[in-house]
Each structure stands twice: as structure tokens, then as C-alpha cells.
């Protein structure tokens, strides 16, 4: 895989019908030089971002046939997906894998915190708060982010950007028919009035056999599993209102009378307004909140478990930044957030019930400073204070330094730290009284080129986590580095982008950590076949060898995904056709937990098949 290691890509954009600021429609310098703002709080060049920044386009998304935001995320540098059969989970830099519902990388969506406030859970597959159609772009910025973002923020921040009305502008429908029963079926309505307004609503139906993600091949297990998802937002005149959210429902007979069935919901909501005011000063003000259901029924004949889990949120976040100081780019951030209904109950023949219940607050102020120095050196001061009563202040500093040596080159360094207070599950609903949090020590190291169609990104990276918040009283801390290579190639309709990963996680006693592989190695490929009307995009994709379970060690795996576009194919409606796991290797990663021998390295090939199109 050494020539993953030195490529380059993902998948060129197709017709340029969308709109002018659409930044798939942008050629690869043009979107270096696209504002990012999740890499810091304030808005700069990517080029320019402290942090190593991967960007993944609509254009991207739709040319790979990527269906679910973690199929997305698994095409970006160093990140990696498992799952144990109900739910996907993201491994970021070596850390996670199964049941480490924990969140140590926060997810946003259109600046929403979309993770449940019970186990701080990001859910990714079918599950996931939006519907990939409707992704704009994903930016993710690796390295802790807590000194502007706060909790969560601890190996990295996902920023998920959805469309808005005047990229829709009309309706727009899909129907797709999927392996493992998989059923879709989306219907979206957008546009910009005269006036500016800008409105969305979007509403997605999903049905297969329960199964959280397709790598998981054919469930020996029979199941239903049903999702929903939503999307609505506008915005006027600097006032914005968004809700968007997610319901599944999977239910599986073991046979024998034993069957499980459990329900998701989670929903957000945001209400805010920017300004900016003659004096150099930018204001942004965000009353957000959540709600998030968890139920699960277990079936054993006449005998049952049953369990009902609850958690409501909301909050306000206020950001301020000035740009009229010459030299200085200063932002302050001001955050404040309630958690009424923290509840998990327990109904059982067996154990008779239990009920438990708690509620929280956090606060948190946040500085940051960028000053230039000369007009090829910058350096960023970044300071976060964070207070929850249990726990009390802990703060979290980071700087970094962004040298720019010759055009189109830069060389950027950043270190800090993070904190991570427990969710409300590891403090067992108020009954443990956690009052630590987990903090990261991390140190980042990286170089970039870009010129015209090219872009090169290295980056090399350490990070210690210590008061760990653990089930293993024996673990005291974590030592992770790497390093993570990127390019990206585009030419007369040719896009080819690549990466390459190695990392190593490891504990106090030197065992290394489960789930974690050693490298990881991405190639996407994309090209015209005569005409931008037909599009071939193909990823190939390479998992290290990992421990899984004691005693179980996976094999390295690869992958190759194949998709073919057809823009207006037939009665104006597109087509895409996608296969998965073209070789039907087999997929030994996904099997440690289950100790199925039946399900032992499944092989998993599966396919799509989607018509859409826009009406106007």
C-alpha cells in the first residue's frame, strides 16, 4: 500500500449547475482558499488554519456513493469506523472502537453539539441527525480543540455543514434499494426569496434488516430496522432557526422466544443571530437544546428486561470578535448550559426496578488571539476556562504557530490541552459523583504545499491522556502519535485524493489499545467517461492488522467501493449505481465482539442503486 502512502484525491465535481458559492463547484485552489471556521472560531483561509484541516465536498460525497456520515468520516485522514451490531463507532487517532460511547471528538452540525447528553454518543450510521444528501461540506480538524470549543473537543472537532433553500431551489426526490433489505426514500424543499429569506425542510425514510452499516454484510441474526430524519432551517436578515434530528427503531428474534427491540430519538434545536457593527466587532448569540430517548425491551418468554433512558438540554453560546486592532484577530466566546432530565430506569422480572436521575449545569469562557507577527508568521493564543459544579474549573490553553517560508508553502505548529468531563452514564446518573475530567496533552507538527491542481499535507502528532475516567482501574493514562500524510490531485475532470496514517496507542502497561489499527490507507479516484454526464469513482481503502479482544487479533483488511453516476439519465432524473466491497473480502474486524462463530469473518459485498432529481 506504499502508493496510497504517496497519493492523492476523492471525486471530481460533476456539472457546475449549482451555485455560485457552492464549494463543491470549486476548482481545488480556489477551496484552499475557502474561509474555514471550525479549525478556530474565527474564519481564515484553510491554508491558514492552525490545524491540519480535511475537507469532504457534496460533490465528494455523491461521486463516492457514500450513504451514511460515517461511511464520510472513513474517507478522511486517520479516522476509522467499528460496530458491534447496533450502532457505528469512530476511532479518531487510535482511540475508540465498541462501546466507547464516550464522545472524545466532538461533532457539530451547523454549529449544533449532535451528540446525546447521556453517553455523549455521536451516531453515524443510519442513525446519524442528517441525511448525507444534504451535507454541504465536512470539515474536520484534528488535535484538541477544547481551548475554543469546550467539552468533547478532545482529539478533534467534525464540523458538518448542511445546504441551504438556494441550493435546493425547488424539490428535490430519491429512491434508492439497497443490500440487507435497505429501502430509501428522501424528499427536500428549499429556496432564497426576494427578500433574502432562505428556507429548507427536508424529511428521509430508511427500512433494512437493522443493521447500523453495510460492512457488517448479512446479519445472521432476522431484523427490521427503521429510521427517520429531519431537517428544518431559515434564515433572514442575521436571525437563523434550524431543527433537525433522527428516530430508529430495529427489533431482532433470536428465535426461542427471545427477541430485542429498541428505539432511538434525538432532536436539536437553534435559534440565533449575527451581526456586525461599524466598529470592527462581529457578534453571533445561539439559544440551542436537545432531547434524546433511549428504550430497550428483551424478551425471554414470559420473563422481560426492560430499560428507559431520557435526557433533555439547552443552552445559550455567544461569540464575540474584533479585527480592528492592527495586528491582532481577537475572538471571546461565552457559553452557558443546562441539563434538566438526566434519567435511566430499569423494569425487570428477573431484578425487579431501579430508577436513577440527576441534572447539570456547565459554564465556560473562551479567548483566543491571533497576531501577526510578519506577514509570513502568525501565532494563536487560545485560552478556555470550563466550571461544572462536581468538578469544579479546569482550563484549557493551546497556541500555535502558522509559518508561511515561500509561496504556497506552510509550516504550522500547535500544542495545548483539553478537558472532558464524564458523560452522565460514567457518573452513573449522579451516583458516582465524578469529580474529575479526563485531560489531553497533545503536540502537533505539520507541513503543507499547494500549487494549482496539487496539494501536499504532512503531519506529525503526540498526545497523553491522563485522569482518565476508565472501567479499568489499572489503566492510568494513554500515549498516542502518529503520523498522517494527504494529498490531492485534480486535472481535466480527473480527481484523485489519498492518505496514509500510521498511528500507535498504548497504555501505562504497555498494551496496546483495542480497536486501534496500526495504518490507514485511503485512494479515491474519480473521472468523466466522455462527458461529465457519467462519472467512475472508486475507493480503495486499507485497515491495518488490530487487536479486537484478548486473545483476537484481526488480519489487515481492504476494500475497494466502485460507483457510477449518470447526471440526467432518464426523464431528467439521475442515476447512481454502487458496489461495495467489490472483491467480497472478508471483514474480520467487525467480528471480535460478537463471539459468533457462525459470523466469523462475514463477507459483506453489497450494492445501491438510487434515482433522484430536482423539480423545479
Request: with cysteine.
Amino acid at each position: 500500500m506504499c502508493c496510497i502512502a504517496g497519493a492523492l484525491a476523492a471525486a471530481f465535481p460533476l456539472s457546475a449547475t449549482a451555485a455560485d458559492d457552492d464549494l463543491s463547484a470549486l476548482s481545488l485552489e480556489n477551496l484552499m482558499a475557502t474561509e474555514v471556521v471550525s479549525a478556530a472560531r474565527f474564519a481564515r483561509q484553510i491554508t491558514d488554519a492552525a490545524s491540519a484541516v480535511s475537507v469532504l465536498t457534496s460533490r465528494d460525497i455523491q461521486a463516492l456513493g457514500l450513504r451514511t456520515l460515517g461511511e464520510c468520516l472513513e474517507q478522511m485522514r486517520g479516522l476509522n469506523m467499528t460496530s458491534d451490531g447496533q450502532y457505528t463507532y469512530l476511532t479518531a487517532r487510535g482511540f475508540g472502537g465498541p462501546r466507547n460511547l464516550a464522545g472524545r471528538v466532538l461533532l457539530l452540525v451547523d454549529g449544533i453539539p449532535a451528540v446525546d447528553n447521556l453517553y455523549d454518543q455521536l451516531f453515524l450510521g443510519h442513525d446519524s441527525m442528517v441525511d448525507v444528501a444534504l451535507i454541504e461540506r465536512i470539515e474536520y480538524a484534528p488535535g484538541g480543540g477544547s481551548a475554543m470549543y469546550g467539552n468533547n473537543a478532545f482529539l478533534g472537532v467534525v464540523n458538518v455543514l448542511t445546504r441551504r433553500g438556494r441550493d435546493v431551489n425547488g424539490w428535490e426526490t430519491t429512491v434508492a434499494k439497497a443490500s440487507n433489505r435497505g429501502h430509501q426514500w428522501r424528499v427536500t424543499g428549499g429556496e432564497r426569496l426576494d427578500n433574502g429569506a432562505e428556507w429548507l425542510a427536508s424529511v428521509t425514510v430508511h427500512r433494512n434488516d437493522g443493521t447500523p452499516s453495510v460492512d457488517l454484510g448479512d446479519w445472521p441474526v432476522p431484523g427490521v430496522g427503521r429510521a427517520w430524519q429531519w431537517l428544518l432551517k431559515g434564515q433572514w436578515q442575521g436571525w437563523s432557526a434550524q431543527t433537525l434530528g433522527m428516530a430508529r427503531s430495529v427489533a431482532h428474534d433470536y428465535g426461542g422466544g427471545v427477541s430485542q427491540s429498541w428505539i432511538d430519538g434525538s432532536g436539536f434545536w437553534s435559534v440565533g443571530h449575527d451581526a456586525s457593527w461599524d466598529a470592527g466587532w462581529r457578534t453571533t448569540l445561539k439559544m440551542q437544546g436537545g432531547v434524546h430517548r433511549y428504550w430497550v425491551d428483551t424478551i425471554y418468554g414470559e420473563d422481560f428486561e426492560r430499560g428507559r433512558v431520557k435526557g433533555t438540554w439547552w443552552g445559550l453560546d455567544g461569540q464575540a470578535s474584533y479585527g480592528a486592532l492592527d495586528g491582532h484577530e481577537l475572538v471571546l466566546g461565552l457559553r452557558w448550559r443546562q441539563d434538566p432530565l438526566l434519567s435511566t430506569s430499569y423494569d425487570s422480572s428477573f431484578a425487579g426496578s431501579a430508577q436513577l436521575g440527576t441534572q447539570r449545569e456547565s459554564g465556560g469562557v473562551s479567548a483566543e488571539d491571533r497576531i501577526r507577527l510578519r506577514d509570513d508568521l502568525h501565532v494563536t493564543l487560545g485560552l478556555r476556562l470550563d466550571h461544572r459544579p462536581n468538578a469544579g474549573w479546569v482550563s484549557s490553553p493551546r497556541n500555535a504557530v502558522v509559518w508561511t517560508p515561500a509561496q504556497g508553502w506552510a509550516v504550522k505548529w500547535s500544542q495545548g490541552m483539553s478537558h472532558r468531563f464524564a458523560s452522565a452514564a460514567e457518573d452513573g446518573f449522579g451516583q458516582l459523583g465524578q469529580t474529575k475530567s479526563e485531560r489531553v496533552h497533545s503536540r502537533e507538527l505539520g507541513a503543507e504545499y499547494r500549487r494549482n491542481t496539487t496539494r501536499w499535507q504532512a503531519t506529525a502528532y503526540h498526545y497523553r491522556m491522563t485522569d482518565l475516567i476508565w472501567v479499568d482501574p489499572d489503566t492510568q493514562r494513554f500515549r498516542g502519535r502518529g503520523l498522517e500524510l494527504e494529498g490531492e490531485w485534480q486535472a481535466d475532470g480527473w480527481r484523485v485524493r489519498g492518505s496514509q496514517a500510521w498511528q500507535q496507542l498504548s497504555d501505562n502497561l504497555g498494551r496496546t489499545f483495542p480497536y486501534s489499527p496500526r495504518h490507514l490507507a485511503n485512494l479515491q479516484v474519480s473521472a468523466p467517461l466522455g462527458s461529465e454526464r457519467w462519472r467512475l469513482s472508486a475507493s480503495l481503502r486499507r485497515i491495518g492488522a488490530m487487536d479486537l479482544e484478548p486473545g483476537f487479533r484481526a488480519p489487515s483488511e481492504t476494500r475497494l467501493d466502485v460507483t457510477l453516476m449518470a447526471t440526467r439519465w432518464l426523464a431528467g432524473l439521475d442515476l447512481r449505481v454502487g458496489v461495495r466491497n467489490v472483491g467480497n473480502n472478508r471483514q474480520h474486524q467487525q467480528d471480535g465482539y460478537f463471539e459468533d462463530g457462525s459470523a466469523d469473518a462475514r463477507r459483506s459485498r453489497s450494492g445501491f442503486v438510487e434515482l433522484g432529481g430536482n423539480f423545479r
